[in-house]
């Protein structure tokens, strides 16, 4: 029998076996005290009142307290929770309880009536309460299920993804060698050209699947910042630091390259490119920044391509809640600052 269909079967079996366990245990704790006989013809009604308890505080459960499961509620807001659930409980048992004796009393409470309903509250409310964890948890470890399920169908499809990304730059990266010992001896600039892309694909193509120490993903950057270097103006005023404190760290590789390939894209004005990376307390900070044109074509002024919401998505997958993206345009200026607290 399938999952789904286990699921679907508790829905309806679960409730029945909570109203007549509870229904019944209700029955013998308060007969036996009491000292009430108990009436046949009462069953029946009794039973009644118990499955509509039962499959309405059920199905209040699922559709409406399972709006608060989502919020994985922790201490006082747990606490909360759970007390309205028990304000809940005392009102609808009471009122079956008052309800019910205006036609067919479902317990006889001429006798001891204050000791009955104590009894009847107390019961109920424990069964209740226990009844109300099991399906909490229930469907916290189902959703958690669903959710893992979701996440690796996205793994999956995320790898398929690089898969078919990695083709094209395999397919350079050969023709690139190809080209390079086709070159003629005296053109240098076109062979330190190849050279330098070759070393970029390279790591594009082995490094892209783990983490790695932060000097050599310096050593990547720095590479290509000397490739863009080779397609910008001469008036090009560059300032880069590595803090030489980042090199015992190791980092998930590409997050800071689109940052400087966004700089060299939008360099203009003045001509000025500024590559920081240091190392502060607990965290990397990368930050850049670039002079613009007095004016930009229009839809580049946010400089939000492609490759930024890509980097967006990959800190929010391999750093959730352990890095800051910071975007600001100056009078002239674009700056982007990214913190990024690594891992131990």
């Known amino acids: 029998m399938s999952k789904h269909i286990m699921n679907s079967f508790s829905h309806w079996i679960y409730p029945l076996l909570f109203a007549v366990s509870s229904y019944f245990v209700v029955r013998i704790v308060t007969d036996i005290p009491l000292h009430n006989t108990i009436v046949a013809a009462n069953h029946a009604v009794g039973i009644g009142w118990a499955l509509f308890m039962s499959y309405s505080f059920y199905f209040t459960c699922r559709f409406y307290y399972s709006r608060k499961w989502k919020q994985k509620n922790k201490g006082i807001k747990l606490l909360k929770e759970y007390l309205e659930v028990i304000l809940f409980l005392l009102i609808i048992t009471n009122s079956v309880i008052a309800f019910s004796n205006l036609f067919v009393p479902i317990i006889d409470l001429s006798d001891k009536p204050a000791g009955g309903i104590v009894i009847v509250n107390t019961i109920c409310l424990a069964f209740s309460l226990l009844y109300y964890t099991m399906i909490r948890t229930q469907w916290i470890g189902t959703h958690q299920e669903v959710q893992i399920e979701k996440i690796k169908r996205d793994q999956i499809n995320t790898e398929l993804e690089l898969l078919k990304a990695q083709y094209h730059p395999h397919f350079l990266f050969n023709a690139l060698n190809t080209i390079y010992f086709q070159m003629e001896e005296k ?158």
């Open 187 to 344: 053109d240098h600039s076109a062979k330190e050209t190849v050279r330098l892309l070759s070393g970029l694909l390279r790591y594009q193509l082995y490094e892209v699947n783990r983490k790695v120490d932060i000097s050599k993903e310096i050593e990547y950057l720095q590479t290509f910042i000397r490739f863009q270097q080779l397609r910008t103006s001469e008036r090009l005023r560059l300032d880069t630091f590595f803090d030489p404190a980042l090199h015992a760290r190791q980092i998930h590789p590409l997050l800071f390259q689109p940052l400087v390939e966004n700089a060299f894209k939008y360099l203009g004005g003045e001509y000025e490119l500024s590559v920081r990376m240091e190392w502060q307390e607990d965290h990397i900070q990368f930050y850049v920044e670039n002079s613009i044109p007095t004016s930009l074509p229009n839809g580049c002024t946010s400089k939000k391509g492609i490759g930024i919401e890509n980097l967006k998505r990959r800190l929010a997958l391999l750093y959730p809640g352990k890095h800051e993206l910071h975007i600001c345009t100056g009078e002239g200026s674009f700056c982007v600052t990214l913190i990024i607290q690594p891992e131990e």
